[in-house]
């Protein structure tokens, strides 16, 4: 078993009731890859921002768990090195399983989140109780999740959302014991968040369900998944050196921003990033053909999710600063 807070990270629970009562959100930034980590890191530092790093169970897999251990103490450790405390919280996204999230908590991490939005009512609060359970042990915080959130990433695939009903969410966390909520109200995984015509407007998010949600548990951490806005210039520069996304629609900027003002205390970005990275890298290798020094086309994409993740804690989710004594 291994501690988290021995590793340098915090769980979420004073994290989001700062947020909370500050009037701004936890950025959770999700990697698979260690300059990712680097890039949410030093847009951290450069912000003084708390923040998130996340990461599937398929990633934690595939960059193997001790790495990934690793990976992130050693991001915990270069804040800790400048003399700046920076609360950082090492989260499992989307556990599916009570083993899954027990292998997280028992290799380092700080947050879970188990996800049983697809069962029935009553197996998601057993299935979500019993991880509060073990995780509560060690003071591991956990989310849950009411409603689903549609689209692809990861372990997440499910065609249609289906919206969070905020007459059963005070029943979910009353008998789960969950830290945190994830809620759907119109985002989506994935490179396409909402499906419209051409010259159809983004219908809005669903801030009616979001205010429900607010009456029936009043000071509760709420969580929105899939919130990228997918910049329609990363789009292009991918087609525009080789690539293929012919559909991409993310969440309006003033949208999540508005959200920012409610419950919300943690939004979830994964596609923001990895589309700066990839468009990065293809517009580096098509420039420049004779690379074969990974260094030369990693470096540029990690500092262009660098400033995609600073324009997320600085512009959209407030966050910026609150890391500073006497703030965080």
């Given at each position: 078993m291994i501690l988290f807070?021995?590793?340098?990270?915090?769980?979420?629970?004073?994290?989001?009731?700062?947020a909370y009562n500050g009037g701004y959100v936890i950025g959770a930034f999700n990697f698979?890859?260690?300059?990712?980590?680097?890039?949410?890191?030093a847009a951290a530092i450069e912000t003084h921002s708390p923040f998130i790093m996340q990461c599937s169970a398929k990633v934690r897999k595939y960059i193997h768990p001790v790495m990934a251990r690793h990976m992130a103490t050693a991001c915990a450790e270069i804040i800790q090195s400048k003399g700046m405390k920076i609360p950082m919280a090492l989260h499992l996204d989307h556990g599916t399983s009570y083993e899954e999230c027990k292998a997280a908590i028992e290799g380092g991490f700080s947050s879970v989140m188990i996800d049983g939005s697809a069962l029935p009512f009553k197996?998601?609060?057993?299935?979500?109780?019993?991880?509060?359970?073990?995780?509560h042990r060690y003071d591991v915080t956990v989310e849950g999740e009411l409603g689903i959130v549609s689209g692809i990433e990861e372990e997440v695939s499910h065609?249609?959302?289906?919206?969070?009903?905020?007459?059963?969410?005070?029943?979910?966390?009353?008998?789960?014991?969950?830290?945190?909520?994830?809620?759907s109200i119109g985002t989506s995984h994935g490179l396409v968040k909402i499906k419209v015509k051409p010259g159809e407007p983004v219908p809005p998010l669903r801030f009616d369900i979001l205010a429900e949600v607010e009456k029936k548990l009043p000071g509760f951490?709420?969580?929105?998944?899939?919130?990228?806005?997918?910049?329609?210039?990363?789009?292009?520069?991918?087609n525009r050196f080789g690539g293929k996304l012919e559909h991409a629609q993310g969440i309006p900027v003033d949208q999540v921003k508005k959200a920012v003002k409610t419950a919300v205390c943690k939004i979830n970005i994964a596609s923001d990033g990895w589309i700066a990275m990839t468009a990065t890298t293809r517009k580096v290798l098509t420039e420049n053909p004779a690379i074969i020094d990974p260094r030369k086309f990693l470096a540029p994409a990690r500092d262009a999710m660098k400033e995609v993740y600073i324009y997320k804690m600085k512009e959209v989710f407030g966050c910026a600063g609150m890391a500073d004594q006497g703030k965080m």
């Open positions: 807070k021995k590793l340098g990270f915090v769980n979420t629970r004073e994290m989001f009731k700062k698979v890859c260690l300059e990712q980590m680097q890039a949410i890191t197996e998601n609060i057993e299935l979500t109780a019993s991880v509060v359970e073990f995780a065609s249609e959302s289906r919206f969070t009903d905020p007459d059963a969410v005070h029943e979910f966390v009353n008998r789960t014991g969950v830290d945190s909520l994830a809620i951490p709420i969580v929105l998944h899939g919130s990228s806005a997918i910049p329609k210039e990363y789009i292009e520069m991918i």
